[in-house]
């Protein structure tokens, strides 16, 4: 009996889906002190880091093609392994690090609500992220998560200037001379800043995942109820995760601040959100461990799970955990499969949490892998949404609530995955 839905059978490599949902960049090789660790090959080059920024005598004769992994990272295939190097400067844009000889030129952010962390060395890691950074990564290793951190680096040559937020960053670089700036920097605080090497499965997010499940129109590409087991599937691998990590002592990394929010809400800062979920053929690993502690007290731990469950989580509308205040602000197109889903995803965390992870078949999730990715790459063309924007869910809720689709595009765009199977 031939089904009404589509099943996107094409290759599950993880290069291909890499490639569909990230941007390739540049990152430029320098010499720079180097600290090795376990028996894992390091791909850069003996006592040689890659460095992203703008290099004001000229660029290093050496660089890589690689791809982005959020704005301060990349993702490096080499001899057929992924490599993250976290925190290397940031690759394009005004923000970028100036980089002078040994001098890294950049900004710290000291009140910024959007960030996880109290102090943000722009581009870059501070100490104690690279601190937490080990301590997770350990844990997450000798749990038997697929990620192991090879490697660090540091600059201790760096000079920033302090400014509130990234608000007040870009209006600042917007207004200002390169030669004022520079005089800036010349008289600016000098600290440390730090890098990490990892060995990774891929860089694919449970979150980015999440991001096709915004349009209404994904159900015309995959079969709902292969949705709803998927996202139980994921959903229970996150919570049985973080239930390990619980168990052992430490936190993903969550912290409250000591006023609320403008709502009256609880100031939730959180590294253990979707979008720190990497998702694999047949497994799920946590990754970001620039919060990471050891547990203080067991009310760290709830808060933990509800930011799983609700923080930039984009099967909530945005700007709200109520789908009816977000509708009734006009920001969000009501979506009651969306909705469905977001309860589907809290329950199964919870199983997940409670050691009752939810089954499928390694066949099945390889292929739901594909369909996701396909899916959200196509309904992100549809509504001509860039591929350079990451997360902002605000602003996808809203291009799908104001924007029309071409009906006969639709069948286009469903005719080319049939083609694909």
Excluded at 152 to 166: A, G, Q, W
Excluded at 256 to 268: A, F, N, R
Excluded at 388 to 394: K, N, P, T, Y
Aim: hydrophobic share 35%.
């Amino acid at each position: 009996m031939f089904s009404p839905y589509v099943i996107l059978l094409v290759s599950t490599n993880t290069e291909n889906h890499i490639n569909l949902l990230r941007q390739r960049t540049f990152a430029w090789l320098v010499e720079n002190e180097l600290e090795l660790y376990g028996d894992k090959p390091y791909p850069f080059g003996n006592k040689v880091v890659p460095l992203m920024g703008e290099f004001l005598e000229g660029e290093p004769s050496n660089k890589i093609e690689a791809y982005e992994s959020g704005n301060r990272s990349i993702l490096y295939k080499h001899d057929g392994v992924w490599y993250k190097a976290k925190g290397i400067g940031i690759p394009v844009g005004v923000s970028r690090p100036i980089i002078m000889g040994n001098r890294i030129y950049t900004y710290q952010l000291f009140d910024d609500p959007g960030m996880c962390h109290k102090f943000i060395l722009w581009g870059f890691m501070k100490d104690n992220e690279h601190r937490c950074e080990l301590f997770g990564s350990k844990m997450a290793n000798e749990l038997g998560q697929e990620i192991e951190i090879i490697g660090t680096s540091s600059f201790h040559n760096v000079h920033y200037l302090s400014v509130k937020d990234r608000i007040e960053l870009f209006n600042k670089l917007k207004n200002i001379e390169r030669n004022e700036l520079m005089k800036l920097f010349n008289k600016s605080d000098v600290t440390s800043a730090y890098t990490a090497y990892y060995v990774v499965p891929t860089d694919i997010r449970v979150g980015e995942l999440f991001f096709a499940l915004i349009f209404p129109e994904v159900t015309r590409i995959i079969d709902p109820d292969r949705i709803r087991d998927y996202v139980k599937w994921l959903g229970s691998s996150c919570g049985f995760l973080l239930r390990e990590f619980h168990d052992s002592g430490a936190l993903h990394g969550t912290w409250i601040g000591s006023k609320p929010t403008s709502l009256g809400l609880k100031d939730v800062h959180s590294n253990s959100y979707t979008g720190n979920y990497l998702v694999s053929e047949d497994h799920l690993t946590m990754c970001d461990f620039d919060l990471s502690k050891a547990i203080d007290n067991d009310s760290e731990k709830k808060t933990e799970k509800w930011a799983l469950i609700h923080m930039e989580n984009p099967l909530h509308y945005a700007g709200s955990y109520s789908p009816k205040d977000a509708l009734i602000q006009g920001i969000a197109k009501k979506n009651l499969f969306r909705e469905e889903l977001a309860k589907v995803f809290e329950k199964s965390v919870d199983s997940g949490y409670n050691k009752e992870k939810w089954y499928l078949e390694r066949k099945e999730t390889r292929e739901m892998l594909d369909n996701f990715v396909r899916a959200k790459r196509a309904l992100w063309d549809l509504y001509s949404l860039p591929k350079s924007l990451v997360g902002q869910i605000d602003y996808v809720d809203h291009i799908v609530a104001t924007k029309s689709v071409d009906p006969n595009r639709i069948k286009e765009l469903r005719a080319e995955f049939e083609s694909c199977s």
